[in-house]
Protein backbone atom coordinates (compact mmCIF):
# COMPACT_ATOMS: atom_id res chain seq x y z
CA UNK A 1 0.00 0.00 0.00
CA UNK A 2 1.52 3.22 -0.51
CA UNK A 3 2.20 5.33 2.52
CA UNK A 4 3.11 8.77 2.98
CA UNK A 5 7.08 8.69 1.40
CA UNK A 6 5.52 6.94 -2.06
CA UNK A 7 2.61 9.79 -1.68
CA UNK A 8 5.41 12.58 -1.42
CA UNK A 9 7.73 10.43 -4.07
CA UNK A 10 4.93 10.64 -6.60
CA UNK A 11 3.83 14.55 -5.70
CA UNK A 12 8.05 15.56 -6.23
CA UNK A 13 8.47 13.28 -9.65
CA UNK A 14 4.43 15.21 -11.10
CA UNK A 15 5.45 18.62 -9.87
CA UNK A 16 7.55 19.73 -13.07
CA UNK A 17 5.69 17.31 -15.38
CA UNK A 18 2.54 19.20 -14.77
CA UNK A 19 2.97 22.41 -13.35
CA UNK A 20 2.23 25.41 -15.47
CA UNK A 21 0.62 23.02 -17.34
CA UNK A 22 -3.05 23.78 -19.20
CA UNK A 23 -5.93 21.02 -18.82
CA UNK A 24 -7.05 20.25 -22.17
CA UNK A 25 -9.22 16.89 -21.54
CA UNK A 26 -10.34 14.59 -19.01
CA UNK A 27 -11.41 11.14 -19.51
CA UNK A 28 -13.38 9.08 -16.95
CA UNK A 29 -12.97 5.01 -18.26
CA UNK A 30 -13.93 4.07 -14.82
CA UNK A 31 -15.98 6.47 -12.15
CA UNK A 32 -16.20 3.51 -9.24
CA UNK A 33 -12.94 3.69 -7.23
CA UNK A 34 -13.31 4.22 -3.49
CA UNK A 35 -15.86 6.86 -4.07
CA UNK A 36 -17.18 7.90 -7.48
CA UNK A 37 -15.27 10.05 -9.78
CA UNK A 38 -18.16 13.14 -9.74
CA UNK A 39 -19.13 12.61 -13.17
CA UNK A 40 -18.73 16.76 -13.52
CA UNK A 41 -14.94 16.66 -13.07
CA UNK A 42 -14.28 17.07 -16.93
CA UNK A 43 -16.26 20.07 -17.34
CA UNK A 44 -14.97 21.69 -14.01
CA UNK A 45 -11.14 21.48 -14.82
CA UNK A 46 -10.50 21.44 -18.49
CA UNK A 47 -9.70 24.64 -20.01
CA UNK A 48 -7.73 25.17 -16.47
CA UNK A 49 -4.32 25.84 -15.48
CA UNK A 50 -2.41 23.88 -13.09
CA UNK A 51 -0.99 26.06 -10.30
CA UNK A 52 0.62 23.50 -8.03
CA UNK A 53 0.54 20.11 -6.58
CA UNK A 54 0.38 19.70 -2.92
CA UNK A 55 0.00 17.02 -0.53
CA UNK A 56 -1.86 16.58 2.74
CA UNK A 57 -1.24 13.32 4.65
CA UNK A 58 -1.40 10.68 1.66
CA UNK A 59 -3.48 13.02 -0.34
CA UNK A 60 -2.61 14.73 -3.45
CA UNK A 61 -3.75 18.29 -4.62
CA UNK A 62 -3.74 19.19 -7.97
CA UNK A 63 -4.39 22.83 -7.65
CA UNK A 64 -6.18 24.92 -10.20
CA UNK A 65 -7.75 28.52 -9.76
CA UNK A 66 -11.25 26.77 -9.07
CA UNK A 67 -10.00 24.55 -6.42
CA UNK A 68 -8.29 21.52 -6.60
CA UNK A 69 -8.64 17.57 -8.05
CA UNK A 70 -8.01 15.54 -4.69
CA UNK A 71 -6.06 12.30 -5.47
CA UNK A 72 -5.89 9.30 -3.54
CA UNK A 73 -3.68 6.22 -4.35
CA UNK A 74 -5.63 3.68 -2.27
CA UNK A 75 -4.53 0.07 -1.83
CA UNK A 76 -2.05 -0.15 -5.35
CA UNK A 77 -2.56 3.21 -7.47
CA UNK A 78 0.00 4.84 -9.13
CA UNK A 79 -0.02 7.64 -11.47
CA UNK A 80 2.05 8.28 -14.57
CA UNK A 81 2.64 11.27 -17.12
CA UNK A 82 2.68 9.75 -20.57
CA UNK A 83 2.79 10.41 -24.49
CA UNK A 84 -0.76 11.33 -25.44
CA UNK A 85 -2.66 8.92 -27.86
CA UNK A 86 -0.30 6.33 -26.00
CA UNK A 87 -2.33 3.15 -25.80
CA UNK A 88 -4.50 2.80 -22.52
CA UNK A 89 -3.17 0.12 -20.37
CA UNK A 90 -5.51 -2.38 -17.97
CA UNK A 91 -6.90 -0.38 -14.85
CA UNK A 92 -6.15 3.23 -16.17
CA UNK A 93 -9.27 4.89 -14.68
CA UNK A 94 -9.11 8.94 -15.37
CA UNK A 95 -6.66 10.77 -17.79
CA UNK A 96 -6.18 14.19 -17.41
CA UNK A 97 -4.44 15.35 -20.75
CA UNK A 98 -2.31 18.17 -20.70
CA UNK A 99 -1.46 21.21 -23.37
CA UNK A 100 2.00 19.85 -24.15
CA UNK A 101 0.73 16.44 -25.60
CA UNK A 102 1.71 14.53 -22.79
CA UNK A 103 -1.35 13.12 -20.30
CA UNK A 104 -1.49 12.25 -16.75
CA UNK A 105 -2.84 8.86 -16.41
CA UNK A 106 -4.38 7.39 -12.48
CA UNK A 107 -3.86 3.52 -12.46
CA UNK A 108 -5.46 1.40 -10.14
CA UNK A 109 -5.99 -1.98 -10.02
CA UNK A 110 -7.83 -2.43 -6.78
CA UNK A 111 -10.25 0.69 -7.16
CA UNK A 112 -9.83 1.85 -3.78
CA UNK A 113 -8.16 5.29 -4.55
CA UNK A 114 -9.76 8.59 -5.28
CA UNK A 115 -10.22 11.40 -7.58
CA UNK A 116 -12.44 13.71 -6.09
CA UNK A 117 -13.19 17.76 -6.32
CA UNK A 118 -12.95 19.83 -4.00
CA UNK A 119 -14.41 23.86 -4.73
CA UNK A 120 -12.06 26.68 -3.79
CA UNK A 121 -11.90 27.51 -0.28
CA UNK A 122 -13.83 25.18 0.46
CA UNK A 123 -12.13 20.91 2.94
CA UNK A 124 -13.47 18.28 1.73
CA UNK A 125 -14.84 16.61 5.09
CA UNK A 126 -12.09 13.33 4.67
CA UNK A 127 -8.94 16.18 4.63
CA UNK A 128 -10.76 17.82 8.23
CA UNK A 129 -9.71 16.17 11.41
CA UNK A 130 -6.52 15.31 9.96
CA UNK A 131 -3.48 15.73 12.89
CA UNK A 132 0.09 16.82 12.01
CA UNK A 133 1.88 16.57 9.08
CA UNK A 134 5.51 14.33 10.31
CA UNK A 135 7.26 16.68 8.02
CA UNK A 136 6.33 20.08 9.30
CA UNK A 137 7.37 21.81 12.44
CA UNK A 138 3.81 21.68 13.93
CA UNK A 139 4.85 17.65 14.51
CA UNK A 140 6.72 17.29 17.83
CA UNK A 141 7.04 14.81 20.90
CA UNK A 142 5.35 17.12 22.99
CA UNK A 143 1.80 16.92 20.93
CA UNK A 144 2.63 12.74 20.98
CA UNK A 145 2.89 12.84 24.52
CA UNK A 146 -0.22 15.26 24.91
CA UNK A 147 -2.03 13.32 22.62
CA UNK A 148 -1.42 9.85 24.25
CA UNK A 149 -2.24 10.89 28.01
CA UNK A 150 -4.80 8.02 29.14
CA UNK A 151 -4.86 6.07 26.46
CA UNK A 152 -4.64 1.98 27.06
CA UNK A 153 -3.48 1.45 23.21
CA UNK A 154 -0.60 0.09 22.09
CA UNK A 155 2.02 2.58 20.47
CA UNK A 156 2.12 1.50 16.93
CA UNK A 157 -1.69 1.66 16.31
CA UNK A 158 -1.66 5.08 18.24
CA UNK A 159 0.74 6.77 15.51
CA UNK A 160 -1.12 4.96 13.07
CA UNK A 161 -4.32 6.48 13.55
CA UNK A 162 -4.69 10.34 11.59
CA UNK A 163 -5.95 11.90 14.67
CA UNK A 164 -2.21 11.85 16.35
CA UNK A 165 0.53 12.23 12.99
CA UNK A 166 -1.13 11.64 9.89
CA UNK A 167 0.75 9.16 7.13
CA UNK A 168 2.92 6.86 9.26
CA UNK A 169 1.55 3.21 7.61
CA UNK A 170 2.22 0.17 9.04
CA UNK A 171 5.76 -0.37 7.58
CA UNK A 172 7.06 3.20 8.92
CA UNK A 173 5.50 2.35 12.01
CA UNK A 174 7.58 -0.68 12.71
CA UNK A 175 10.46 0.55 11.01
CA UNK A 176 10.50 4.12 13.22
CA UNK A 177 9.43 1.85 17.04
CA UNK A 178 12.66 -0.25 16.07
CA UNK A 179 14.76 3.53 15.61
CA UNK A 180 13.74 4.65 18.72
CA UNK A 181 13.92 1.77 20.85
CA UNK A 182 10.17 1.41 21.57
CA UNK A 183 8.10 -2.19 21.78
CA UNK A 184 5.12 -2.06 19.49
CA UNK A 185 3.16 -3.79 22.66
CA UNK A 186 4.17 -0.49 24.97
CA UNK A 187 0.32 1.30 26.09
CA UNK A 188 0.98 4.65 24.74
CA UNK A 189 -0.26 6.16 27.90
CA UNK A 190 2.76 5.16 29.43
CA UNK A 191 5.40 6.41 27.55
CA UNK A 192 7.49 9.08 28.72
CA UNK A 193 7.85 12.64 27.44
CA UNK A 194 11.39 12.10 26.72
CA UNK A 195 10.97 8.37 24.37
CA UNK A 196 8.08 10.08 22.39
CA UNK A 197 10.76 13.48 21.59
CA UNK A 198 12.96 10.04 20.67
CA UNK A 199 10.03 8.34 18.55
CA UNK A 200 9.32 11.81 16.72
CA UNK A 201 12.73 12.25 15.69
CA UNK A 202 12.57 8.41 14.29
CA UNK A 203 9.61 9.31 12.25
CA UNK A 204 10.73 12.12 10.67
CA UNK A 205 14.60 10.58 10.08
CA UNK A 206 12.59 6.87 8.65
CA UNK A 207 10.30 8.98 6.10
CA UNK A 208 12.78 11.22 5.44
CA UNK A 209 15.28 8.81 4.49
CA UNK A 210 12.24 6.71 2.35
CA UNK A 211 11.54 9.57 0.24
CA UNK A 212 15.18 10.14 -0.52
CA UNK A 213 14.96 6.30 -1.62
CA UNK A 214 12.27 7.34 -3.76
CA UNK A 215 9.76 5.04 -1.22
CA UNK A 216 9.34 1.49 -0.84
CA UNK A 217 8.03 -1.05 -3.17
CA UNK A 218 7.06 -4.21 -1.40
CA UNK A 219 4.28 -5.06 -3.70
CA UNK A 220 3.69 -2.80 -6.82
CA UNK A 221 4.49 0.39 -5.92
CA UNK A 222 5.97 2.31 -9.25
CA UNK A 223 7.35 6.25 -9.21
CA UNK A 224 5.98 8.40 -12.02
CA UNK A 225 8.45 7.50 -14.36
CA UNK A 226 7.91 3.65 -13.44
CA UNK A 227 10.59 2.90 -11.13
CA UNK A 228 10.37 1.09 -8.15
CA UNK A 229 11.50 2.44 -4.83
CA UNK A 230 14.27 1.37 -2.74
CA UNK A 231 13.92 1.81 0.40
CA UNK A 232 12.61 -1.92 0.97
CA UNK A 233 16.70 -2.62 1.01
CA UNK A 234 16.80 -0.30 3.96
CA UNK A 235 14.62 -1.87 6.33
CA UNK A 236 15.51 -2.82 9.63
CA UNK A 237 12.55 -4.79 11.17
CA UNK A 238 9.48 -4.81 8.44
CA UNK A 239 9.31 -8.38 6.53
CA UNK A 240 11.98 -9.69 8.29
CA UNK A 241 10.71 -12.20 10.79
CA UNK A 242 13.21 -14.31 11.98
CA UNK A 243 15.80 -12.54 10.57
CA UNK A 244 18.75 -11.38 12.53
CA UNK A 245 18.29 -8.02 14.39
CA UNK A 246 20.31 -5.56 12.53
CA UNK A 247 21.56 -3.69 16.00
CA UNK A 248 21.82 -6.05 18.90
CA UNK A 249 22.04 -10.18 18.59
CA UNK A 250 18.21 -10.49 18.68
CA UNK A 251 15.93 -12.14 16.12
CA UNK A 252 13.22 -10.30 14.97
CA UNK A 253 9.49 -11.36 15.88
CA UNK A 254 6.35 -10.65 13.40
CA UNK A 255 2.86 -10.18 15.99
CA UNK A 256 -0.27 -9.06 14.91
CA UNK A 257 -1.57 -5.78 16.25
CA UNK A 258 -5.02 -4.08 14.92
CA UNK A 259 -5.38 -7.26 12.10
CA UNK A 260 -1.83 -5.54 11.00
CA UNK A 261 1.84 -7.23 11.06
CA UNK A 262 4.07 -5.82 13.14
CA UNK A 263 8.05 -6.66 13.16
CA UNK A 264 10.21 -5.51 16.27
CA UNK A 265 13.35 -6.89 17.99
CA UNK A 266 11.85 -7.89 21.43
CA UNK A 267 15.93 -7.73 22.63
CA UNK A 268 16.62 -4.04 21.93
CA UNK A 269 12.96 -2.46 22.01
CA UNK A 270 11.60 -2.27 24.86
ZN1 LIG B 1 17.82 -5.95 18.51
Not at 18 to 41: C, D, F, M, N, Y
Request: charged share 25%.
Amino acid sequence: MPELPEVETTRRGLEPLIVGRKIVATKIHQKQLRWEIPSHLPKTINGHKINSITRRAKYLLVNLSNGSVVMHLGMSGSISVVPSGAKLKKHQHLEIELDNNTTMRLHDPRRFGAALWQKQNETLNLLKNLGPEPLNDEFSGDILYKFSRGKKQNIKTFIMDNANVVGVGNIYASESLFVAGISPKRASGNVSKKRYQKLTRSIIDVLTRAIEKGGTTINDFKTVDGQPGYFSQSLSVYNRKDMPCKRCDGTIKKIIQNQRASYYCPKCQR
